[in-house]
Nanobody, 127 residues
Framework: QVQLLESGGGLVQAGGSLRLSCAASGRTFSPYAWGWFRRAPGKEQEFIAGMSYRGDKYRYADFAKGRFTISRENTKSTGYLQMNTLKPEDTAVYYC????????????????????WGQGTQVTVSS
């Protein structure tokens, strides 16, 4: 089992930045793929960014390209989502996810591919 604890959300003005953190505990020796998703009010959950276990492959949603960056610390037990140039439409609950199966080079982009989820952290961007 892997437990994920998110932090870093909050209220920010448009154009500002936030960095979300996701600390993994439990089975931390083998988290594989990392992913970030969000759910805005009245909308479906959507993929933001993903990273392979090896850290050699990344994917971003179109809205995230050039503004958001997924990363992790070298110990592989904490993941990050750096968000710059935030917009009001980025307001949502943000979730981190990890999965311990599959290829170490695989980037997973679908929620169903992830077994472990954080509790979510609210990000609100004011105009």
């Amino acid at each position: 089992q892997v437990q994920l604890l998110e932090s870093g959300g909050g209220l920010v003005q448009a154009g500002g930045s936030l960095r979300l953190s996701c600390a993994a505990s439990g089975r931390t020796f083998s988290p594989y793929a990392w992913g970030w998703f969000r759910r805005a009010p009245g909308k479906e959950q959507e993929f933001i960014a993903g990273m392979s276990y090896r850290g050699d492959k990344y994917r971003y949603a179109d809205f995230a390209k050039g503004r958001f960056t997924i990363s992790r610390e070298n110990t592989k037990s904490t993941g990050y989502l750096q968000m710059n140039t935030l917009k009001p439409e980025d307001t949502a609950v943000y979730y981190c996810a990890v999965d311990t199966t599959g290829s170490v080079h695989e980037v997973k982009t679908s929620p169903g591919q992830y077994a472990y989820w954080g509790q979510g952290t609210q990000v609100t961007v004011s105009s």
